[in-house]
């Protein structure tokens, strides 16, 4: 690990400015990610500014039913939240199938949204990697790319976006809110995180100094019924081959409203509009389902060792839909 200056704040302005004033420098809340990539250099700030004393913990009620995360909530914390588990119960589901009780207990909600891929060649200093390195290739591609994305990808890029919690918010409308230099905005969950494109280094819209101060979630009827399935090579603490986040609400034997999120499988947090709209206006039958998961998969682009991931994200997205229709005539 190369030294670092270490700084401490306790509003979120001087956070904002102390990053804003030097373009190496990053924010440090649980440390999760962060501390673990400035050990083996791939990470290497000039400072670090620690935020864990920021007012930015509470999870609290919205008008109309919706809830707003603070982005130093802890994932444990969030997870276990009343105001999580009856209205927005993919995302609990979603935390409680990331990580290790450990490590949900010390990582925040914004840390996790800004986790980086655990591309084994973005991780190891000595192959080249675009993300890492730009110009200098991506070793994935032709290389060991199991676990890597089928949606999303380019010539430059194939990594998989690792998170949990990110693929639920995606798919229930989650809504961030930043604060920088210029002032407060809000960032739609899917338009956070960028495809790679020639430019995988730039992983999402965050400008210098731009600091999450929230998660917002908004109250629907397909939030309330909502569920999230992870498929992994081990039972805990690994990362997803492929998931699936959904909500519907159905009425008079018809689904009225549908959200189609996947995971392990794209660059970024995949929501699909397709499989949304395949199964809006339809009975949520077996047939339904198997017709929305063709269609969440239509653009899927497999390498050289993951092609199994498009028909395991189906049956994921399936098994997902299932949970929340009982069963499927």
Known sequence: MRAFNYSRVTVPGDAIMAVASQPDAKFIAGGTTLVDLMRINVETPARVVDINALPLKTVTALPGGGVRIGALARMSEVAAHPLV????????????????????NKA????NVMQRTRCPYFRDTASPCNKREPGTGCSAIGGENRGLAILGTSEACIATNAGDLSVALAALDAVVRLRGPKGDRTVPLVDFHVLPG???????VLQPGELILSVDLPAAPHATRSAYVKVRDRASYEFALTSAAVGLSVQGGTIASARV??????TKPWRSPEAEAA???????????????KAALAGARAQSQNGFKIPLAQRTLVKALRELSGGAA
Request: glycine share 14%; hydrophobic share 45%.
């Open 85 to 104: 588990t009856a209205g927005f119960p993919a995302v609990s589901q979603a935390l409680l199938a990331s990580a290790s009780p450990q490590l949900r």
């Open 108 to 111: 925040s909600i914004g840390g």
């Open 198 to 204: 020639t430019t995988p280094h730039i992983e999402t």
């Open 261 to 266: 999120a996947l995971g392990g499988v794209g």
């Open 279 to 293: 199964l809006v206006g339809k009975a949520p039958t077996e047939a339904t389902f198997q017709a929305a998961a």
